[in-house]
């Protein structure tokens, strides 16, 4: 099987969960922790060195207060419980959004869980929180117009891999598989630059319900994938032997 370096997930369908069960949303959200928890030592295991997690999008803030605030809550509850698993599984926690609009006791866990597992190198654990792909992009548009104006960047310098550094995944590769679960079949604002050449794979099953097997599915499905970028089959078969022989 091969493995993705980089898998990016739009968890979704916890509402739905909840609903068909005639129990309140947060009740699906609770579960939809216990799978991140599951997922996250699968992919360790698996030896995937980036997993993104879409979990609160920068348009979630406009959902009903009460649920924003359980949201929050839970959150915060799961870095206090992961900590020491991040520890002894040498994982580390990154964060991507637009972290000011963070209650403050969630933006002071998340950095003191951060800061306690920046040395490790097992699998990089980043979070989408308070995240909009075009909130990023404009951010980033700012801060490159405020370098060029004080010349500390030119124009001419600026290009795709510059533009990539000025987001919140600087460091990160993009991602080279995206799952997306509860049966939508819509990108939902994230990572708009950096899913260029994702490979997409939706399914029905909802969040809390997507496990382990549904995870190798989705692995399985990517191994049979041909990835091209842009170049005929041929081509792409031989940039595939050649990398191959490289790395040998
Ligand atoms: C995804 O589940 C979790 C978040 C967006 C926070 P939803 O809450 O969107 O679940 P549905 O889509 O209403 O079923
Ligand atoms: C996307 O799910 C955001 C997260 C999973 C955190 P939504 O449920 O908010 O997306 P839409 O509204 O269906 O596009
Ligand atoms: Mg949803």
């Known amino acids: 099987m091969k493995i993705p370096r980089h898998l990016a997930i739009i968890m979704d369908g916890n509402g739905r969960w909840a609903e068909q069960r005639s129990l309140p949303r947060i ?22 060195p980036y997993l993104t997690l879409y979990a609160f999008s920068f348009e979630n803030w406009k959902r009903p207060q009460e649920e924003v605030r359980s949201l929050m809550e839970l959150l915060t509850l799961y870095l206090r419980s992961e900590l020491q698993t991040m520890l002894k ?4 926690l990154n964060v991507i959004g637009d972290a000011a609009r963070l209650p403050a006791g969630v933006r002071s866990i998340l950095e003191q869980t951060r800061s306690a597992t920046e ?10 929180l308070s995240y909009g792909s075009r909130d990023e992009v ?16 030119s124009v001419e310098e600026l290009d795709d891999e510059v533009f990539s550094r000025h ?8 991602p080279d598989l995206l799952i997306r679960t509860s049966g939508e079949t819509r990108i939902s604002n994230f990572l708009l630059w950096q899913l260029a050449y994702a490979e997409l794979y939706f399914t029905e099953t909802l969040w809390p319900d997507f496990g382990r097997e549904d995870l190798h599915r989705a692995l399985e499905e990517f191994s049979r994938r041909e990835r091209r970028f ?3 089959g041929a081509q792409a078969q031989r940039e595939k032997l050649s990398n191959r022989e490289e790395r040998h």
């Open 119 to 128: 040395g490790n190198q097992r699998m990089t654990l980043n979070l989408a």
């Open 27 to 48: 009740a699906g959200h609770q579960q939809g922790v216990k799978v991140v928890q599951e997922i996250v030592r699968e992919c360790s295991k698996l030896g995937i």
């Open 230 to 232: 842009g170049l005929t």
């Open 167 to 174: 987001l919140d995944t600087a460091g990160l590769p993009d």
């Open 89 to 92: 599984e040498n994982i580390r």
């Open 138 to 153: 404009l951010r980033a548009v700012r801060r490159i117009c405020l370098e060029i104006r004080d010349q500390r960047l």
